[in-house]
T-cell receptor, first 114, second 115 residues
Framework: AQTVTQSQPEMSVQEAETVTLSCTYDTSESDYYLFWYKQPPSRQMILVIR??????QNATENRFSVNFQKAAKSFSLKISDSQLGDAAMYFCAYRSRGRDKIIFGKGTRLHILP | KAGVTQTPRYLIKTRGQQVTLSCSPISGHRSVSWYQQTPGQGLQFLFE???????NKGNFPGRFSGRQFSNSRSEMNVSTLELGDSALYLC??????????????FGSGTRLTVV
C-alpha cells in the first residue's frame, strides 16, 4: 500500500525567508500525481501545487515550487519570500493515475515569524 | 464559479443518533470524495463517488454510508453515532478528463461533535 510521510510535524520561518517542507512517499507504481495542500485556520484545504510523476520538470506556482526526486520518492515544497498568510498546516498527498483515493501525510504545521 | 459547498458547517449530536451531511461539488465535477479529519488520525478516506456509483471505499464501519445524486451532489450518513465520530468531515470534488485528474477542490467541512 502507498504511504506518505512528512517527518516535520512543525516548522518555523522568519517572514521573507525561504523554507522547505519535506515529504517522502512509498509506491510501486510509476504513474501518479503528487500534491501539496494548505489548510489555514479557516480549515479550507487549498491546492498549492500539483506534480505529475511522468513529468521531469518540477512544478512551480509563484512563490511555491517543488523538488521532485522520483527515484528517491521525495517531493519537497519550497516556499520563497514567506508571508504571514502562509501560516497553515501543509499536507503532502499522493494519488495513483488509476481511479484511486488520495493518500495524505500527517501534515506539517508552518509558523511564520514576523 | 462556486466552490464546493458543505452543509451544515457545525453540528452537535448525541451518542446513538444519526446524522446526514451534504456536499455540493463544483459544477461539472463528477467525482466526490469524503474524508474524516481528526487530530490523532489525520485525514482518513471514507469513500468516493463518481457518476452516482461508489468507486472507492475506505476502512470505516458500515455505520458510515454515502450516496451521490444525478446532479453530482453527495450526502454521507453516519448512524448510531459514537463519541469517536467527532471530527471535521471534508468533501472534495475533482474534474477528470480522459482519465487525467486535475486535483481536488475541498469544501470548508462540517465540524461534527458527538456528546
Amino acid at each position: 500500500a502507498q504511504t506518505v510521510t512528512q517527518s516535520q510535524p512543525e516548522m518555523s520561518v522568519q517572514e521573507a525567508e525561504t523554507v522547505t517542507l519535506s515529504c517522502t512517499y512509498d509506491t510501486s507504481e510509476s504513474d501518479y500525481y503528487l500534491f501539496w495542500y494548505k489548510q489555514p485556520p479557516s480549515r479550507q484545504m487549498i491546492l498549492v501545487i500539483r506534480q505529475e510523476a511522468y513529468k521531469q520538470q518540477n512544478a512551480t506556482e509563484n512563490r511555491f515550487s517543488v523538488n521532485f526526486q522520483k527515484a528517491a520518492k521525495s517531493f519537497s515544497l519550497k516556499i520563497s519570500d514567506s508571508q504571514l498568510g502562509d501560516a497553515a498546516m501543509y499536507f503532502c498527498a499522493y494519488r495513483s493515475r488509476g481511479r484511486d483515493k488520495i493518500i495524505f501525510g500527517k501534515g506539517t504545521r508552518l509558523h511564520i515569524l514576523p | 464559479k462556486a466552490g464546493v459547498t458543505q452543509t451544515p458547517r457545525y453540528l452537535i449530536k448525541t451518542r446513538g443518533q444519526q446524522v446526514t451531511l451534504s456536499c455540493s461539488p463544483i459544477s461539472g465535477h463528477r467525482s466526490v470524495s469524503w474524508y474524516q479529519q481528526t487530530p490523532g488520525q489525520g485525514l482518513q478516506f471514507l469513500f468516493e463517488y463518481f457518476s452516482e456509483t461508489q468507486r472507492n471505499k475506505g476502512n470505516f464501519p458500515g455505520r458510515f454510508s454515502g450516496r451521490q445524486f444525478s446532479n453530482s451532489r453527495s450526502e454521507m450518513n453516519v448512524s448510531t453515532l459514537e463519541l469517536g465520530d467527532s471530527a471535521l468531515y471534508l468533501c472534495a470534488s475533482s474534474l477528470e478528463l480522459q482519465g487525467d485528474n486535475y486535483g481536488y477542490t475541498f469544501g470548508s467541512g462540517t465540524r461534527l461533535t458527538v456528546v
